[in-house]
């Protein structure tokens, strides 16, 4: 219960915060430099979360988990090169790795 109440409150702010930021500074009043800044953004936190969970299998070295995140990770790069399209790259990489981990076997 602790959990799903945590998750809650940081959703609850998460939205908060974004919404506030897009209310006070739109994109269009950023400076052209940092607009073309933010392009990357979304792909740089991805590669980030990736690597940190990948230093961690590698840690533990359970080669089931590195398959499923290598599998994951392998999709949301080639559907995010074919589509331009982070939010489908994700959703899709996320489904690869659920459809893998809950297949049976």
């Known amino acids: 219960m602790t959990a799903l ?8 702010v998460s939205w908060v915060l974004r919404i506030t ?12 430099r940092v607009r ?5 953004l979304a792909p740089a936190v991805l590669a980030s979360i990736i690597a940190v969970e990948l230093m961690h299998l590698v840690h533990n070295a359970d080669p089931v988990d590195l ?9 949301i790069a080639w559907v995010a090169h074919r589509t331009r399209n982070i939010s489908l790259a994700c959703a ?6 659920l ?3 809950y297949a049976p076997l």
Do not use: I, M
């Open 5 to 12: 109440l945590a998750l809650l409150v940081l959703g609850a």
């Open 21 to 32: 930021f897009v209310t006070v500074l739109p994109a269009d009043r950023l400076p052209a």
């Open 36 to 40: 073309n800044g933010l392009e990357y």
């Open 67 to 75: 398959t499923l995140l290598l599998a994951g990770s392998t999709t």
């Open 92 to 97: 899709l990489g996320v489904a690869v790795v």
């Open 99 to 101: 459809l893998l981990d």
